[in-house]
């Protein structure tokens, strides 16, 4: 153990822990920017670019970054000493003179670390004046906006991008006080390999990278007397909704989500869930097709449009692998505008399907050319937990005291194995549920696969089927991914099924959902709520689902029949690494 | 084999180049054999001889004379009289500038009366593109005797003894950082050598990788052997095509010769180095910053600890030393620690070369003990200030340094003084300024240096030292206060506090020693709105003396703006709201009547 004092109290951390760390511990806080600790999925970003953590340390020429530096035996720190906190203010003043002060219109708006900074050091003068640094927005993608005159070179972007999630968008260009966090030779977001994850925004301390807001789109739809406007929600909403209305992380809000749809004018409020297990069932006809006559596996799953983005730029020549099963969301817009409005007897042309997702990716997904049935989009817009919240404030809705109310039929029926698809590990113990009962025609009694659940970023199980061990493997986060896929490249891959999640964590941890700034409890809530709903409900397999069963019977046919096809699969593009 | 009876060395370093001594070679070689001495005479084209003022240099030894400023006219001159008739020519002497004597002797000549070389020993006496002239004055000799006779830790001992310090600017002990890469357990090390010299007016490093590469290979393979590396990569500019070239031919020499590559001398111990070009980012000097350059990332400090000798290039133990520091290692191995360290002050040992630049007679290259003090570099060496002008400042230390005042020219240098000055070593630049400087503007100088060389990492760096430009620019456009310059000093001393690495940490160094050593100037332009020396435009004012002016209106018709009237040989004045000050009527005026101020 190392013995060090701070502010005049003892402290004793094991060695190779840093000042910030050992501080903590006494309870003394030392404000950070730059510096963020993501442990359970293996992220640090330890830039020490920013230097507002800086401390005295006695004997040292210099002020020291906490975030950065050791402590030693016998150190000696102030963190309250007039020479730290001077520095410190400056820092922080410094940052804010290259810094809009638009605080009251932007985006992040009371999200904003640095705004929170500078209220915490009680900043109310900002004495350097000069030059801002302005660069073009970027709003090519649909999904992410960049508006760097907002950026204050933490880097965490560029760490999440490259470190976590392997996808190398992001590096810092130029020098000096034009340097800035870009794509390579300055392009646009849409035409990098960006799989627009969403992660850079999950971890922006500021507004340099936000998502693009589809809110006013959406408030335009609903008050068109001409079009018929439908919503559907993510498993991942439910379990993270509340935290923005000041409910502890992991309430259960579904009901109240549900009675807030209806009340901002959506014609019918649907579950994404119900696709999901419609997924469920083309996945596992597809995976058993496979195993039984000799196709390629490992099949891999398809829900989640990062992942299938990132498999496109990053490994063109494995586009035969993941599954042809559409996401859940996508499949849900193709039956909404089919199988829905010839039930309702509405024209598709007038039905506007809004998808509420915890994910920036399927922002971008809904444009894919290919994702269209007779000409109209199966999916019209797609705007994030973030921003229903942001519709439900304005629309004057006290969230909290809403009376739960239900999902409107006939999608809006779901089991308990499509709730879990909003975390690592959910889609694959939700096929797991179908295939084993399918192929064995017995009764799985236990339903729960706890070797695939929890924030490991590599999991495995073996299940035996009818005397065959089944190989399973889930990465999330694509860093976790590209470690799979690179095993199959090389011919070395054991699994006969693997389930990708973009985000770490999942859906739960999507770029879209309520920020969490490093606190990973959060998303351990989320979780571990997604886990209640699924034992919460009376239907736990996803070929149980009456709905589904129905549409089948009166509309698709066979699971992976033709007309399946036609509505229900896609197909994937080789894309360039850049 | 030619028997040659003369030599005549021409230096064919950057400087020389530039003023057309490889057209002095082409005139010797071509007058040698027309006279028929090819085998008699040899022409050898050499590295720096430091005395870049006076070059192309010529050399003819045995006679040991020395012949300054040569063309191929006097290169003609010089074959016909003192090659073929034996008599010196005079008139192409470098003459004692207050005697006018004509000194043919080098070691007569103020220039290099004072100086030691060490580092520099063979720059301007061998080719460097033949191995086998580094190994006439005992090249390779150290690293045989290290191999042969010495164990790693006996060759850490006596660099340690030696007292050498990193001659790149932080003067860290060359032995302690051997022995700090030694004890780092690794099953691979690397030894690099910083050649990304940057600071304006610098080009000691250049000059020895041009002049005597070799030493530089020799000095390296050595430090391998001591901290256990087989590989070591040379960080160069690309900016340094010359030194490069020869860097080249030295390594491929070496390896011919088995003196680079496997089982050096029959040893156990391997040793490769290949070449890594820079950019040339100021800040790829930074040793952490030249390490992720060198691994194709992107040039820029990461914090210490860990330290390269702990974790540096490929996250292995790394040794990495300047050109200059490599360079003295062969001496010290060959001659021993003793000797190196009586030369010069009690904790700087041995010497340092200097680049001398700016309004200094003798601009070039000069190798001194430690303690020499400035006065006598500055007068005894560099000639004193050109154009009889009164010296104002020197500036050491280059970005990071500061200005030293004439109260301070009896200063021995050495690492101490001249960070206990305000200033420091760097890597041995010497910018010398006179009456004319501006130091503010000379402060903004080196801070617009900086704000582009800044990597951008830091807070401070980015966008502090811009803040402290802006400042600057308020002060030097006449719109600067007093508050200014308090904040222009809290805020250097807090970016010297708070910023990552060695750059940012020293880049307010220029305008804070200005600061303490020319106050006075900094408040003439806040509160007089004057430029006492002349230089920042926007505080100039034009006048037109009555006395001396006699209506010739020659000013008024050069004025691009109209901004002189005045009626035929009456008085005439200037309107200051019209003048741009572009200084066109005091070129003009004959009767010196136009004065600014």
Known sequence: MINLTINGIKVSVPEGTTILEAAKKANIHIPTLCYLDLHDIKMVNRTASCRVCVVEVEGRRNLAPACATEASEGMVVKTDSIRAIKARRTVVELLLSDHPTDCLVCEKNTQCQLQQLAADLGIRNIRYKGKMSTYPKDLSSESIYRNLDKCIMCRRCETMCNEVQTCNVYSAVDRGFETVVSPAFGLPMIDTQCTFCGQCVAVCPTAALTQISHVSKVWEALSDPDKYVIVQTAPAIRVALGEKFGMEAGSIVTGKMVAALKRLGFKKVFDTDFAADVTILEEAHEFIDRLQNGGRLPILTSCCPSWVKFIEHQFPDLLDIPSTCKSPHIMFGTIAKTYLADKMGINPEKIVVVSIMPCLAKKYEVIRPELKHEGLKNVDLVITTRELADMIKEAGIDFKSLCDEDFDDPLGESTGASVIFGTTGGVIEAALRTAYEWLTNKTLEDVEFQSVRGLDGLKEATININGQDIRIGVAHGLGNARKLLEAIQRGESQYHAIEIMACPGGCIDGGGQPYHFGNLDIVKKRMEALYTEDRNKKIRKSHENPAVKKLYEEYIGEVGGEKAHELLHTHYTKREKI | ?597
Request: with cysteine.
């Open chain 2, 1 to 597: 084999m030619p028997n040659y009876r003369m030599n005549l060395l021409v230096c064919g370093g950057t400087g020389c180049k530039a003023s057309g001594s490889s057209e002095v070679v082409e005139v010797f070689e071509k007058e040698i054999e027309k006279a028929g001495l090819k085998n008699e005479i040899q022409v050898i084209v050499t590295g720096c001889f430091g005395f870049c003022e006076k070059g192309p240099i010529v050399k003819v030894t045995p006679d040991n004379v020395f012949y300054v400023e040569v063309n191929p006219e006097k290169a003609v001159r010089i074959i016909n009289e003192h090659i073929i008739k034996g008599r010196i020519v005079e008139e192409y002497l470098y003459k004692e500038p207050v005697t006018k004597e004509a000194l043919p002797e080098q070691s007569d000549m103020p220039f290099y009366k004072k100086q030691i070389r060490i580092a520099l020993r063979n720059c301007g006496f061998i080719d460097p593109e033949n191995i086998y002239e580094y190994i006439a004055v005992d090249g390779y000799q150290a690293l045989g005797k290290v191999l042969s006779e010495m164990t790693p830790e006996e060759v850490i001992e006596e660099v340690k003894k030696s007292g050498l310090r990193g001659r790149g600017g932080g003067g860290f002990s060359t032995g302690l950082k051997w022995e700090m890469t030694k004890k780092s357990k690794s099953n691979q090390k690397y030894v690099i050598c910083n050649a990304d010299e940057g600071d304006p007016g610098a080009f000691m490093d250049r000059s020895i990788l041009e002049g005597d590469p070799h030493t530089v290979l020799e000095a390296m393979a050595i430090c391998g052997y001591c901290i256990g590396a087989n590989k070591g990569y040379i960080y160069i500019r690309a900016e340094y095509p010359l030194a490069i070239q020869r860097l080249r031919i030295a390594i491929k020499q070496a390896y011919e010769l088995g003196l680079l590559g496997s089982n050096i001398l029959g040893s156990n111990f391997s040793f490769d180095i290949d070449l890594k070009y820079g950019a040339g980012a100021f800040i790829c000097g930074e040793e952490t910053a030249l390490i992720n350059s060198i691994e194709g990332g992107r040039g820029e400090p990461t914090v210490k600890p860990p330290f390269p000798a702990q974790k540096g290039l490929w996250k292995k133990p790394t040794n990495i030393n300047n050109v200059e520091t490599f360079a003295n290692i062969c001496p010290i191995i060959l001659k021993g620690a003793d000797w190196f360290n009586s030369i010069g002050t009690e904790k700087s040992k041995g010497t340092k070369v200097f680049a001398l630049a700016g309004k200094i007679n003798n601009v070039g290259l000069v190798e001194v003990p430690m303690g020499l003090t400035l006065r006598e570099i500055i007068y005894d060496l560099g000639g004193g200030i050109k154009g009889g002008k009164k010296f104002k400042a020197v500036q050491t230390g280059g970005p990071s340094g500061g200005c030293i005042p004439k109260e301070h020219l009896d200063t021995p240098i050495d690492y101490d003084n001249l960070t206990k000055i305000g200033s420091m070593m760097g890597s041995g630049g010497m910018i010398v300024m006179d009456e004319d400087d501006c130091m503010v503007n000379i402060a903004k100088f080196y801070l617009e240096f900086t704000c582009d060389e800044s990597c951008g990492r830091c807070t401070p760096c980015r966008v502090g030292n811009m803040r402290m430009l802006e400042i600057l620019k308020e002060i030097t456009e006449g719109r600067g206060t007093m508050e200014h310059l308090e904040e222009l000093k809290e805020l250097g001393q807090i970016i010297k506090d708070t910023a990552l690495c060695g750059l940012g940490q020293t880049s307010p160094n220029p305008v804070l020693s200005t600061m303490n050593f020319f106050w006075d100037e900094y408040v003439a332009h806040v509160k007089d709105k004057t430029c006492p020396a002349g230089v920042c435009t926007a505080l100039l004012k034009y006048y037109i003396l009555p006395e001396k002016c006699v209506g010739c209106t020659a000013c008024a018709k050069v004025c691009p703006t109209n901004a002189i009237s005045g009626e035929v040989r009456k008085t005439h004045v200037i309107d200051r709201e019209k003048c741009i000050k572009c200084g066109a009527c005091m070129a003009t005026c004959r009767f010196n009547a136009i004065t600014r101020r």
